[in-house]
Protein backbone atom coordinates (compact mmCIF):
# COMPACT_ATOMS: atom_id res chain seq x y z
CA UNK A 1 0.00 0.00 0.00
CA UNK A 2 1.14 3.44 -0.89
CA UNK A 3 -0.14 5.99 1.95
CA UNK A 4 0.32 9.40 0.13
CA UNK A 5 0.23 12.55 2.25
CA UNK A 6 0.24 15.98 0.08
CA UNK A 7 -0.12 19.73 1.07
CA UNK A 8 0.98 22.68 2.15
CA UNK A 9 3.98 23.48 3.46
CA UNK A 10 4.13 23.45 7.85
CA UNK A 11 0.50 21.76 7.63
CA UNK A 12 1.85 18.39 8.80
CA UNK A 13 2.67 16.08 6.52
CA UNK A 14 6.28 15.11 7.57
CA UNK A 15 4.78 14.58 11.74
CA UNK A 16 2.26 12.43 10.19
CA UNK A 17 4.38 10.96 7.93
CA UNK A 18 6.84 9.90 10.85
CA UNK A 19 4.39 8.61 12.74
CA UNK A 20 2.89 6.15 10.34
CA UNK A 21 6.22 5.02 9.57
CA UNK A 22 7.14 3.63 12.94
CA UNK A 23 3.51 2.60 13.52
CA UNK A 24 3.04 0.49 10.20
CA UNK A 25 6.61 -0.13 9.85
CA UNK A 26 7.59 1.14 6.27
CA UNK A 27 9.45 3.77 5.05
CA UNK A 28 8.52 7.07 4.53
CA UNK A 29 9.80 9.29 1.43
CA UNK A 30 9.81 12.94 1.79
CA UNK A 31 9.70 14.45 -2.35
CA UNK A 32 11.28 17.35 -0.71
CA UNK A 33 14.51 14.88 -0.64
CA UNK A 34 13.64 14.60 -4.07
CA UNK A 35 13.20 18.02 -4.90
CA UNK A 36 16.61 19.15 -3.29
CA UNK A 37 18.38 16.07 -5.38
CA UNK A 38 16.97 18.27 -8.82
CA UNK A 39 18.02 22.10 -7.24
CA UNK A 40 21.69 20.62 -6.01
CA UNK A 41 22.54 17.96 -8.37
CA UNK A 42 21.11 18.61 -11.47
CA UNK A 43 19.74 22.49 -11.77
CA UNK A 44 19.57 22.34 -15.49
CA UNK A 45 16.27 20.50 -15.09
CA UNK A 46 15.23 23.77 -13.86
CA UNK A 47 13.38 22.23 -10.61
CA UNK A 48 14.21 24.05 -8.07
CA UNK A 49 13.53 25.08 -4.28
CA UNK A 50 12.48 28.66 -5.15
CA UNK A 51 9.64 27.65 -7.41
CA UNK A 52 5.76 27.68 -6.14
CA UNK A 53 4.51 23.95 -5.04
CA UNK A 54 1.96 23.79 -7.82
CA UNK A 55 4.91 24.81 -10.04
CA UNK A 56 7.61 21.97 -8.91
CA UNK A 57 4.37 19.45 -8.76
CA UNK A 58 3.87 19.74 -12.80
CA UNK A 59 7.39 19.75 -12.87
CA UNK A 60 8.18 16.23 -11.46
CA UNK A 61 4.67 14.67 -12.28
CA UNK A 62 6.06 12.28 -14.93
CA UNK A 63 8.75 11.22 -12.81
CA UNK A 64 7.14 10.93 -9.25
CA UNK A 65 4.23 8.82 -11.15
CA UNK A 66 6.59 6.49 -12.78
CA UNK A 67 8.19 6.13 -9.57
CA UNK A 68 4.64 5.77 -7.92
CA UNK A 69 3.33 2.61 -10.27
CA UNK A 70 7.04 1.18 -10.17
CA UNK A 71 6.05 0.92 -6.40
CA UNK A 72 2.53 -0.25 -6.98
CA UNK A 73 3.76 -2.80 -8.69
CA UNK A 74 7.09 -4.49 -7.24
CA UNK A 75 4.24 -4.09 -4.24
CA UNK A 76 6.23 -1.57 -2.01
CA UNK A 77 4.44 -0.55 0.93
CA UNK A 78 5.95 3.03 1.79
CA UNK A 79 4.81 6.47 2.93
CA UNK A 80 5.02 9.14 0.55
CA UNK A 81 4.86 12.86 1.66
CA UNK A 82 5.07 16.39 0.12
CA UNK A 83 4.37 19.28 -1.64
CA UNK A 84 4.90 18.46 -4.68
CA UNK A 85 1.38 16.69 -5.39
CA UNK A 86 -1.48 18.06 -6.80
CA UNK A 87 -4.69 16.39 -6.20
CA UNK A 88 -5.90 16.67 -10.23
CA UNK A 89 -2.64 14.78 -10.84
CA UNK A 90 -2.64 11.93 -8.26
CA UNK A 91 -6.57 11.02 -8.85
CA UNK A 92 -5.10 9.28 -11.91
CA UNK A 93 -3.27 7.13 -10.03
CA UNK A 94 -6.06 6.47 -7.25
CA UNK A 95 -8.40 5.72 -10.04
CA UNK A 96 -6.30 2.88 -11.65
CA UNK A 97 -5.15 1.36 -8.67
CA UNK A 98 -7.60 2.23 -5.92
CA UNK A 99 -6.83 -0.90 -3.76
CA UNK A 100 -2.60 -0.20 -3.58
CA UNK A 101 -3.16 3.82 -2.40
CA UNK A 102 -4.23 5.66 0.07
CA UNK A 103 -4.06 9.97 -1.02
CA UNK A 104 -4.82 12.75 1.48
CA UNK A 105 -4.32 16.23 1.91
CA UNK A 106 -3.62 18.92 4.68
CA UNK A 107 -3.59 22.73 4.35
CA UNK A 108 -4.44 25.68 6.26
CA UNK A 109 -7.26 27.91 5.00
CA UNK A 110 -8.48 29.66 8.33
CA UNK A 111 -5.30 30.82 10.21
CA UNK A 112 -4.07 34.08 10.91
CA UNK A 113 -0.82 34.52 9.23
CA UNK A 114 0.49 35.62 12.58
CA UNK A 115 -0.58 33.16 15.10
CA UNK A 116 0.93 30.22 11.86
CA UNK A 117 4.13 32.03 12.25
CA UNK A 118 4.19 31.93 15.97
CA UNK A 119 3.18 28.04 15.38
CA UNK A 120 6.28 28.68 13.16
CA UNK A 121 8.71 29.89 15.40
CA UNK A 122 8.04 27.78 18.38
CA UNK A 123 7.84 24.47 16.39
CA UNK A 124 11.52 25.70 14.83
CA UNK A 125 13.25 25.96 18.02
CA UNK A 126 11.81 22.82 18.96
CA UNK A 127 14.17 20.44 16.30
CA UNK A 128 16.63 21.57 12.81
CA UNK A 129 14.01 23.44 11.27
CA UNK A 130 15.09 25.15 7.74
CA UNK A 131 13.03 27.98 9.04
CA UNK A 132 14.82 28.64 11.73
CA UNK A 133 17.50 31.14 10.64
CA UNK A 134 14.58 33.12 8.40
CA UNK A 135 13.16 36.69 9.04
CA UNK A 136 9.70 36.94 10.34
CA UNK A 137 9.13 38.60 6.71
CA UNK A 138 10.38 35.96 4.98
CA UNK A 139 8.01 33.14 7.24
CA UNK A 140 5.12 35.59 6.94
CA UNK A 141 5.69 35.90 2.96
CA UNK A 142 5.94 31.89 3.12
CA UNK A 143 2.91 31.10 5.03
CA UNK A 144 0.64 33.84 2.63
CA UNK A 145 1.95 31.79 -0.28
CA UNK A 146 0.87 28.43 1.69
CA UNK A 147 -2.83 30.22 2.71
CA UNK A 148 -3.18 30.79 -0.69
CA UNK A 149 -1.74 27.20 -1.90
CA UNK A 150 -3.46 25.46 0.94
CA UNK A 151 -7.03 27.24 -0.89
CA UNK A 152 -5.71 25.85 -4.16
CA UNK A 153 -5.46 22.94 -3.08
CA UNK A 154 -8.94 22.40 -0.92
CA UNK A 155 -10.50 23.40 -3.87
CA UNK A 156 -9.36 20.68 -6.05
CA UNK A 157 -9.55 17.78 -3.25
CA UNK A 158 -13.18 18.57 -3.54
CA UNK A 159 -13.62 18.64 -7.43
CA UNK A 160 -11.84 15.38 -7.36
CA UNK A 161 -13.04 13.77 -4.30
CA UNK A 162 -10.29 13.64 -2.06
CA UNK A 163 -9.82 14.16 1.67
CA UNK A 164 -8.75 17.27 2.49
CA UNK A 165 -7.93 17.77 6.08
CA UNK A 166 -7.42 21.50 7.66
CA UNK A 167 -5.13 22.02 10.08
CA UNK A 168 -5.64 25.22 10.80
CA UNK A 169 -7.22 24.90 14.23
CA UNK A 170 -6.65 21.79 16.77
CA UNK A 171 -3.15 21.30 14.89
CA UNK A 172 -2.24 18.00 16.67
CA UNK A 173 -5.99 16.81 17.10
CA UNK A 174 -5.99 17.24 13.11
CA UNK A 175 -2.51 15.61 12.63
CA UNK A 176 -4.04 12.70 14.98
CA UNK A 177 -7.01 12.20 13.01
CA UNK A 178 -5.18 12.00 9.71
CA UNK A 179 -3.04 9.54 10.91
CA UNK A 180 -5.51 7.23 12.38
CA UNK A 181 -7.51 7.34 9.12
CA UNK A 182 -4.63 6.45 6.90
CA UNK A 183 -3.57 3.40 8.98
CA UNK A 184 -7.35 2.15 9.02
Not at 6 to 32: N, V, W
Not at 75 to 90: F, M, V
Not at 131 to 151: E, F, G, T
Amino acid sequence: MLYIIGGASRSGKTIIAKRLSTQLGIPYLSLDWIMMGFTNGIPEYGVHDKLFPDEIAERLWSFIKAMLESMIHVETDSIIEGEALLPELIIELQKKYPDHIKICFLGYTDITVEKKVSEIREFSQLQNDWLIDKSDAYIQDHVQNMIAHSKRIKKSCKANQLQYIDTSEAFMEALDFTAGQLAK
